[in-house]
Structures are given as C-alpha cells and as structure tokens.
C-alpha cells in the first residue's frame, strides 16, 4: 500500500465577534520553504505547517492567526469546501495527475446579520 504525501497545507480560521459577525480565513498553500527556513547547511531546520501559519499570518495578521488551525485536506473539504470556488472543490477532490504545484489561494469571507 503506497501512502501518498499531502501536496498542499489547509489553514482555516474561524472569527466570531458581536456585531463584526463571523469571518472565515482559507489559506491553501504550498508552505514552500524561505531563506530563514535553511541552516547553514541548507537543510531545511522549519516543518511545512510552521511555514503555513507563518504565511497565514502574514496574510491575514496575528490577531486572526491565534485561533488558525492547520487541518487535513478531508476535513478542508468536509466543512470549508463552500467557501471556495467549484473549480477548485473539484480540483482538490478529484486530485489529477499532476496537481498543480505552486497554487497558493487565500479566502477571507464575511457574514454579518447584525
């Protein structure tokens, strides 16, 4: 059986505040390693999910990155996949042969009833 290695890290954060309503936060992405991420030797010394929260932070700011969970590409699907385009539910279900490489897609999407 051949396991195969997860090609993109999913961070998602959900911000709930009385009267600014609920914000979700999507970060998709490669979490390709920085300069900063190599040792002298140029082995890489930061985990792919360290460099996806510090993009996500980047992105969308320290604030929203507290309660940002980095969380597998099923459950993505499971619970988030409505907040993205159809093109790219389909592209992360049906996975073809060869995914894209450097796709890095970022959502922030706002509901407020207030």
Do not use: C
């Not at 510090?54 to 309660?67: I, K, L, P, Q, V």
């Amino acid at each position: 059986m051949t396991i195969e290695k997860e090609l993109y890290e999913f961070v998602v954060s959900d911000h709930f505040a009385t009267g600014e309503g609920r914000t979700t936060f999507i970060l998709i992405t490669r979490a390709l390693p920085w300069s900063e991420d190599y040792a002298e030797d140029m082995t890489v010394i930061t985990s792919r999910a360290e460099r996806a929260e510090r993009e996500f932070t980047e992105e969308f700011g320290g604030y929203f990155a507290r309660g940002a969970r980095n969380i597998s590409r099923d459950e993505f699907l499971k619970y988030y996949s409505i907040h993205i385009p159809p093109w790219l539910e389909t592209q992360l279900r049906e996975r073809p042969k060869p995914e894209p490489g450097n796709l890095h897609f970022t959502q922030r999407v706002n509901i407020n009833f207030g």
